[in-house]
C-alpha cells in the first residue's frame, strides 16, 4: 500500500512505522491515524513479520500529539461526532494489534503522542526524549487512553503529577517511574529497538502471541480470573505444532524450526 503520513517498511522479520510529519512534529491528524491502523493491519496478516518497531520522522519528535490544528476546526464547524470519534480512535490502531508493538522515542512524546507510545508494548527511549500529558493546558483531558494508562504504568501520583501540571519529564524520569523499558543514546535508539525485537522473533510466534493477550487481558480481571484465562490461553497455544517442537529441538540440542501453527 502507499502512505503519505506514514512510512511502513519490511526488513526481515521486523515491520516498521515511522510517523512521517516532522514538519509538525509528528502530529496525530486523521490521516495518519488512518494510515498507521491500515499499516498494522497489513502488518497484522502478514505471516512474516514478527514484530513492529514505531518511531517518529525526524529527531525532534516521537509525536507532539493530537493536531490541535484540525482539531480546532473540527470545533469550529460543530462537528463534536467528529470530535469524539477522534480522540476515541487514536486508542484502537496500536492497543488492537495482536503482535509485539515497540516505540522508539526519538524527541518528544507529548499527549496523544505519549498516550501512543503506551499502547505499545516495550518502549525505548533516546537520552534526549521527554514525555508529558499537556492536554490541561489546552482545555482538555487525556483523552486517548492517558488517565487510564498512566497510573497502571506508573503508579496514581506520578501519573496525577504528570497529567494535573502537564509538565514534561525527561528519559531518564521516565525509566524511573517505570514508563520506559530503558535509555539509550540517541545514535543508537532503533539498534537498541532492533535488538529486542530479534530476540522476540526467535520465539515461538503462536507463543509469543497468545503471552501478550494473556498479559493485557489478565490486567483487566482479578488475579483468580486472570490465572483461569491463563490456563485455557496456555491449552490453546499448547496444543499447536510449535508447542511440540520446542521440547524436541531442546532434547535434540538443535535451533527449533517455527511454524506459527
Known amino acids: 500500500m502507499s502512505y503519505e503520513a506514514i512510512i511502513y517498511e519490511k526488513r526481515n522479520n521486523i515491520g516498521y512505522i515511522t510517523l512521517n510529519r516532522p514538519q509538525v512534529m509528528n502530529a496525530l491528524n486523521d490521516q495518519l491515524r488512518r494510515e498507521l491502523g491500515e499499516a498494522l493491519q497489513e502488518a497484522r496478516y502478514d505471516s512474516e513479520v514478527a514484530v513492529v518497531i514505531l518511531t517518529g520522522a525526524g529527531d525532534r519528535a516521537f509525536s507532539a500529539g493530537l493536531d490541535l490544528r484540525e482539531f480546532s476546526e473540527k470545533q469550529a464547524s460543530g462537528a463534536m461526532a467528529a470530535r469524539q470519534y477522534d480522540r476515541a480512535f487514536i486508542t484502537l490502531p496500536v492497543a488492537g494489534f495482536n503482535k509485539p508493538v515497540i516505540a ?13 507510545a503506551m499502547q505499545c508494548d516495550i518502549i525505548v527511549a533516546a537520552e534526549n526524549a521527554t514525555f508529558a500529558q499537556m492536554e490541561v493546558k489546552r482545555g482538555l483531558i487525556p483523552g486517548a487512553g492517558g488517565t487510564q494508562r498512566l497510573p497502571r504504568l506508573v503508579g496514581k501520583v506520578r501519573a ?55 498479559v493485557l487481558r489478565g490486567l483487566d480481571v482479578t488475579l483468580d480470573q486472570g490465572l483461569r484465562l491463563e490456563n485455557d490461553l496456555s491449552n490453546i497455544s499448547g496444543a499447536t505444532e510449535d508447542a511440540k517442537e520446542g521440547p524436541r529441538a531442546f532434547a535434540e540440542k538443535r535451533a527449533p524450526h517455527w511454524k506459527g501453527r
Do not use: F, H, W
Request: net charge negative; aromatic share 2%.
Open 104 to 116: 522508539a522515542i526519538n524527541g518528544l512524546a507529548y499527549g496523544g503522542g505519549n498516550e501512543l
Open 160 to 214: 496525577m503529577e504528570m497529567i494535573l501540571t502537564g509538565a514534561p519529564i525527561d528519559a531518564q524520569e521516565a525509566y524511573r517511574i517505570g514508563l520506559v523499558n530503558r535509555v539509550v543514546p540517541a545514535a543508537d535508539l532503533i539498534p537498541a529497538a532492533e535488538r529486542i525485537a530479534e530476540l522476540i522473533s526467535a520465539n515461538a510466534p503462536v507463543a509469543v502471541r497468545v503471552s501478550k493477550e494473556a
